[in-house]
């Protein structure tokens, strides 16, 4: 494959992996948008704090969504570890997202439900930055290539006993 081909399918995959990326965001987006307005609302806990929680709560569908949608391919081993990484970057992702919401409500003064939610917005906007970077580079890493040779080739060979023909003997009864 020349160089310029290879960059062209590197780029596609990006792309891919960018919109499945930005499809489970969005879904999470929602969901910690919509746990965030319902506490607000119904509940006296501090702004800040319903941020807080909601962000958790996304945090928990994300991990679902990115790891058997978006990075469903991505390396499968030493599942500890990708939990313990994408839960501290997650943490870190908490920390702006909900920083930029403190500052503003307590910086600036603007608790407003109008203003917390797009600052709750902003602050989802930079942290998102941050977990994609950090999530494709160090949680969900991909495959050594070595590994993908071999998977391919396993199942190849798995294809092909399969779809070999039976013994003409073993069909007949006497």
């Known amino acids: 494959m020349s160089e ?38 119904t509940t006296e806990i501090p702004v800040v704090r319903a941020s807080l929680l909601a962000t958790v709560v996304a945090i928990g569908f ?4 990115f790891r058997y949608f978006t990075y469903r391919d991505r390396d ?14 997650s943490l870190v992702g908490l920390v702006i997202e909900n920083g930029v919401l403190y500052a503003a ?15 709750k917005f902003l602050g989802i906007g930079v942290a998102t930055l941050f977990r994609f970077w950090s999530y494709r580079t160090w949680v969900f890493r991909t495959l050594p290539v070595r590994e993908t040779v071999q998977t391919a080739e396993s199942f190849l060979e798995q294809r092909r006993h399969e779809d070999s023909p039976a013994p003409a003997s073993a069909g007949r009864r006497r």
């Not at 994300?62 to 969504?65: S, T």
């Not at 499968?76 to 970057?89: A, H, I, M, P, Y």
């Not at 600036?108 to 797009?118: A, E, K, T």
């Open 4 to 41: 310029r081909g290879a960059l062209r399918v590197r780029l596609d995959q990006l792309v891919r992996e960018i919109a499945k990326f930005g499809l489970v965001g969005g879904l999470g987006l929602l969901v910690n948008m919509a746990v965030f307005n319902l506490v607000r609302h």
């Open 105 to 119: 409500t307590y910086g600036f003064g603007w608790d407003s439900p109008l203003q917390s939610n797009f600052f």
């Open 76 to 89: 499968k081993n030493g599942r500890t570890k990708e939990l313990t990484l994408f839960l501290l970057f």
């Open 62 to 65: 994300n991990y679902v969504g």
